[in-house]
């Protein structure tokens, strides 16, 4: 068997520097299936929502000087946000099939001594996870989550554009679904599956992005999740900690635990709650984790 | 009277959009679908976007917080439903980095790009946070070489737009 492939860790300024609970359930759940990492000193990707609408052109540029650092390690990047996900993937592939783009690119890049070559590839952990294979994660896990119902949320840069993203079906993914029912939890079937969080939108206007989520947490409780699994810290931030918010615009309480795939295998996996830092959660994990029995 | 904006219109058509955008026959498709459509009443909607820019109607700029633009939540969706593949984010963003140009746009916009020019990340280490990642067993964040992205940012030119 091939020697197992090392990629370069890009966790991203949202998890690596404001909620990087999420980040040490990822490594831990790595760690279990032999996935390595090293790490490397990144910029920001740069955001794709805000960094990109403010200017095009220093959105590539500082994209494709995060790619020549993977290259020069010739690694690929696991990324474990949807929007560094996005970015990076784009900018790679823009600028590997548009000659004209690469080179304008490339000029800008040689005044800091840096070549784009287009080496190197992008994966969401999602579909890193997904290719390790579900009987491997299958065999790692110790807790049947059996019971359990969930709201999956894979968030729009996991999968779109999806000319682009490749990474599952645009309007109807499934490898977060099947991921989760690996671990005994069942992803319910709700109307606003492929809803927004509503997160973009708030950087102009709140109430617009309370009323999305709203929406979306009505439709989950509906159909009888008792937590929403989500792939991307800009959606986990948006339900987790905007969840009171959305609660008095709608007037109602949902008190919905936000759960990260990551945070999900690690339970099933019998990592302890406490060593990956759920009391940071803003919605408590209190009602499932009694359900499930895990101290 | 209608005002045809002509640079405007060159600035969309020249935008790596290839040559979709003229064949878009208004059906609403991404109106269908766009999630801030749905719940302010329209006051955002992706459709009169295209029209107005293929036509060269500028509704977009001359406003600080437009939200005939800035409401977009840039979820991709009606990307995904254009039966005819117009890549529509694509040309929200050239509208916004129009808008942001000549100083127009939300505040959080110019503020998060000064944070990546200063810092090099959107959200700047902090000590809280570096004692979290240790009692975490988490690794120090490599710090990213803040000189070399201020001279790359400067190449680009993103200093003047942020008056840097």
């Known amino acids: 068997m091939a020697k197992a492939e090392e990629y370069k860790m890009f966790e991203g300024c ?19 299936l032999g996935i390595k ?26 994209g494709a000087r995060n790619l020549t650092i993977a290259e020069s390690e010739a690694k690929n990047i696991v990324s474990l946000c949807n929007g560094c996900f996005q970015t990076l993937k784009a900018v790679n592939h823009e600028l590997k099939h548009d000659e004209h783009e690469k080179e304008k690119i490339n000029g800008i890049l040689k005044t800091i001594g840096r070549e784009f070559k287009g080496t190197i590839d992008v994966y969401h952990f999602v579909e890193v996870l997904y290719n390790l294979g579900l009987d491997k994660i299958k065999e790692a896990l110790k807790i049947d989550l059996s019971g359990l119902k969930v709201a999956c949320h894979t968030g729009c840069h996991y999968n779109r554009p999806s000319e682009i993203m490749q990474t599952d079906d645009p309007m109807n993914p499934v490898k977060l679904r099947e991921i ?28 617009p992005s309370m009323q999305i ?6 439709s989950a409780i509906k159909a009888g999740a008792e937590a929403f699994v989500v792939v991307c810290p800009a959606c986990f931030q948006q339900m987790d900690t905007n969840q009171k918010k959305a609660e008095q615009l709608a007037g109602t309480s949902f008190g919905l635990p936000i759960l990260y795939l990551t945070e999900l295998l690690a339970l099933a996996m019998g990592i302890k709650p406490d060593d990956i830092g759920v009391k940071f959660h803003r919605a408590r994990l209190t009602s499932i984790l009694e359900k499930l029995s895990i101290k | 009277m209608v005002v045809v904006d002509y640079e405007l219109r060159k600035k969309i058509m020249d935008a790596h959009i290839q040559d979709t955008l003229k064949y878009c026959y208004q059906c609403a498709r991404c109106t269908d679908v766009c999630p801030v459509s749905k719940v302010t009443d329209q006051r955002y909607n992706p459709r009169p976007i295209i029209m107005n820019s293929f036509l060269g109607l500028n509704t977009f700029i001359g406003e600080k917080n437009n939200f005939s633009i800035w409401g977009c939540t840039v979820c991709d969706t009606c990307d995904e439903v254009c039966p005819q593949k117009i890549e529509l984010t694509e040309i929200f963003t050239v509208l916004k980095n129009m808008s942001i140009a000549v100083g127009e746009g939300p505040d959080y916009y110019t503020t998060q790009a000064s944070t990546i020019y200063d810092n090099g990340k959107a959200i700047p280490m902090q000590a809280a946070i570096e004692r979290r990642r240790k009692d975490l067993g988490l690794p120090m964040v490599e710090p990213p070489n803040v000189e070399e992205v201020q001279k790359l940012l400067k190449a680009t ?7 840097k």
């Open chain 1, 213 to 218: 989520l709203a929406n979306k947490f009505n």
């Open chain 1, 14 to 32: 949202t998890i690596g520097n404001r909620i990087p609970f999420i980040e040490a359930s990822a490594r831990k759940v790595f760690d279990k």
């Open chain 1, 37 to 62: 990492t090293s790490e490397a000193p990144f910029a920001c990707c740069p955001d794709p929502v805000g960094f990109n609408s403010t200017d095009h052109l220093s959105w590539l540029a500082m």
């Open chain 1, 180 to 207: 989760v029912a690996v671990t005994g939890a069942t992803p319910v079937d709700y109307e606003e599956e492929m809803l927004c969080c509503g997160a973009g939108v708030g950087n102009t206007e709140e109430e």
């Open chain 2, 157 to 163: 030119k993103l200093n003047i737009i942020l008056k």
